[in-house]
């Protein structure tokens, strides 16, 4: 079943429900685990009530959904995001879901460093911002060159990509949904 609830993720990456705030730290961390795109790009929260499912599709995201804690590399590329859930980040993904050649990161201007997540069941990837401190503990492993910016890790050096997210973004749309989007069993 297919639902529209009042959500959306603004240019901050701040998450609100009727535009205010979700402050509540279980049901952000919820949604945030469930976020998902389809093949259309479009962003739904996916929810599973026993043999039930349903998928709210949200009214936008136009910054971050998602930040990462920390990165790990001692047995693959890993990121922890901030919602308390592990993504194995795949080069290969990450490059063909932002059409460049496989990498891990990407960075827009001189404060922004992204990634590509694929959540399981997810008909496409979502991005995710580094957060401060993650982008701090990345300066041993990053080196500058003429050709650009790379990424070091144990088992092989990325390129770090010069990209911006705006085409995995999805415009807010506050029209409010009718009845027959959300109907009641």
Not at 84 to 98: S, V
Not at 112 to 125: D, H, K, L
Not at 137 to 150: A, I, V
Request: with cysteine; aromatic share 12%.
């Amino acid at each position: 079943m297919q639902t529209k609830p009042e959500v959306y993720v603004n240019r901050a990456g701040v998450w609100f429900f009727r535009n205010t705030p979700i402050e509540n730290e279980s049901i952000l961390n919820y949604f945030k685990r469930n976020l998902k795109r389809d093949a259309e790009g479009l962003y739904y929260i996916e929810n599973k009530f026993g043999e039930r499912q349903e998928e709210g599709y949200i009214q936008g995201v136009e910054g971050f959904p998602l930040a990462v804690r920390t990165l790990g590399f001692e047995s693959g590329p890993m990121a922890s995001l901030e919602c308390e859930i592990e993504y194995t980040l795949d080069a290969d993904f990450i490059g063909a879901a932002a059409s460049t050649e496989p990498t891990l990161l990407f960075y827009q201007g001189t404060d922004i460093i992204w990634t590509v997540i694929q959540p399981e069941g997810s008909s496409r990837g979502v991005p995710v911002r580094l957060s401060g401190p993650c982008m701090a503990s990345l300066h041993d492993n990053m080196q500058e060159s003429q050709s650009g910016f790379t990424l070091k890790t144990p088992s092989r050096d990325y390129p770090i990509l010069e990209r911006s997210p705006e085409d995995f973004f999805q415009k807010i749309d506050l029209t409010p949904p009718s009845e027959s989007d959300n109907p009641i069993e």
